[in-house]
């Protein structure tokens, strides 16, 4: 697959990211700028990060860019920066939850993520070597900003939190501020990989999976804390254990926070992910809010939340956006949020045991030839008995038992499969039938629903 993604750049270093690649990215984004403007660039703190960056700021300035270098922190504190300081654009080097050997690019022109024309744009060579006049580089530490305005917004929490959390910053970008700033809150925190280390020795950079949190779940036990909090690789994504250890899904997160929000801003919309369950949908129209599918992707999901001004968006992989932070997402910023709605509501671990019970098989992801994407969708659409057919993102077919979502990764070689029921007997009966009409990848399916019986 190429590096160039639906929402962003990701790939392996040296083989699909390069300095040179990034040099050309910067020249064209000067061109797109038409040759002046501000532009603020950072990165995570992977080891290929500063060579990329580097490149990508000698593209920018060749091409007449005053560049402001923010160094090495998390995403959120980026975007933060890039909403109260007025820049032209934002450049991220990061490969978020990738794993260490992989690196990549997240960006916004103005306030809007990238679509489909931009980074084909982008894509065009139009780097020659010659320097523009004009451009320069500037160090600037945008921390300090970030932090004030943090606990200032969430000055009352040292208040009303009462008990202790664990953090797991996995030694990725929120391991030296997300500290300072939660002890700075007056909260009893324990740290837990809050060390940087950019070959992730402990876990590996992602957050949504159960398996790579038992450290944390241990730790939380030990602790007796409230609750356990975790964050990807560059902190923009963010995991909620509840005071027992248990991994609570996304899916369950998304609907206290969707029931949370309408419960102080009724009649609002909500943006949820096609990939969550169809109850994420009927707990925010039942808090009388207005439910707005989008398809998965931080971008898309970012870009919705702007153009229908909606007050949250929640994605499956553990992205959560704000009206507040101009619809982005920030990992510290939902966890903050979230220790406020357990002060506030009553322990996690009860909130979530409340809810409807939920019927949905973690997000399979199958690595196959991508040529059989088509064959695989028409064979599942021939069996299963369909009552309706969506292509939002991908094929999400609907049955009368539920829903089985099937669509290509935009991140990998590979798809993704998520069967939705609303009972336990429907969501044996589609995952059957799943298996049964795709015996090439029905062992890897039960495979994958086994590890996650699990953890």
């Not at 929402?7 to 984004?29: H, L, S, T, W, Y």
């Not at 600037?140 to 200032?152: H, K, L, R, S």
């Not at 030990?222 to 248990?246: I, K, M, Y």
């Not at 956006?321 to 910023?333: M, N, Q, S, V």
């Amino acid at each position: 697959m190429s590096a160039w993604k639906a929402c962003d750049i990701r790939g392996r270093f040296p083989e699909e990211v390069f300095p040179e690649m990034f040099q050309a990215v910067g020249a064209a984004a000067a061109s797109e700028l038409n040759g002046h403007g501000r532009v603020l660039v950072a990165g995570d703190f992977r080891e290929s990060t500063p060579v990329l960056k580097a490149g990508l700021v000698d593209g920018l300035v060749r091409g007449g860019i005053q560049v402001f270098d923010g160094g090495q922190i998390p995403t959120p504190v980026a975007y933060h920066a890039h909403r109260s300081m007025d820049f032209d654009a934002v450049f991220i080097v990061t490969a978020s939850h990738n794993p260490p050997g992989h690196n990549g690019l997240k960006f916004m022109f103005g306030q809007n993520p990238p679509d489909h024309a931009l980074l084909t744009r982008l894509q065009q060579p139009t780097f020659h070597g010659n320097r523009v006049t004009g451009g320069s580089v500037e160090l600037i530490d945008v921390a300090p900003a970030y932090t004030e305005w943090m606990e200032q917004r969430w000055r009352h929490l040292g208040r009303e939190f009462s008990g202790s959390v664990v953090i797991d910053a996995g030694n990725g970008a929120w391991s030296e501020l997300s500290p300072e700033i939660l002890r700075g809150l007056g909260l009893a925190i324990y740290p837990l990989f809050c060390e940087v280390d950019p070959k992730f020795s402990n876990r590996p950079p992602d957050c949504a999976r159960a398996s790579n949190l038992a450290a944390l779940s241990a730790k939380v036990k030990e602790t007796g804390s409230q609750l356990g909090v975790a964050w990807d690789g560059d902190g923009d994504r963010v995991a909620f254990l509840d005071r027992n250890g248990r991994f609570i899904a996304t899916d369950q997160i998304s609907i206290l926070l969707a029931q949370y929000t309408l419960g102080r801003q009724p009649r609002e919309r909500v943006a949820y992910d096609i990939k969550l369950s169809d109850h994420v949908r009927r707990s925010i129209e039942a808090g009388g809010g207005t439910a707005i599918i989008e398809r998965s992707g931080h971008a898309f999901l970012k870009r919705l939340m702007i153009e229908q001004s909606c007050v949250l968006g929640c994605e499956a992989s553990g992205h959560y956006f704000h009206r507040e932070l101009a619809g982005g997402d920030d990992g510290l910023y939902t966890a903050l949020l979230m220790l406020e709605l357990v002060a506030r509501s009553g322990p996690l671990d009860a909130l979530v045991d409340a809810l409807p019970e939920i019927f949905i098989t973690p997000d399979l992801r199958i690595h196959i030839n991508g040529d059989s994407f088509d064959s695989i969708t028409a064979r599942l659409e021939k069996n299963l008995p369909v009552l309706q057919t969506t292509t939002l993102d991908g094929v999400r077919f609907v049955t009368a038992q539920g829903s089985v979502l099937i669509r290509r990764s935009i991140t990998e070689a590979a798809i993704t499969i998520r069967i939705d029921a609303g009972q336990q007997d429907g969501l044996d009966h589609l995952f059957h039938e799943c298996c049964r009409s795709l015996p090439e990848i029905a062992d890897e399916m039960k495979a994958q629903i086994e590890q996650s019986r699990t953890t």
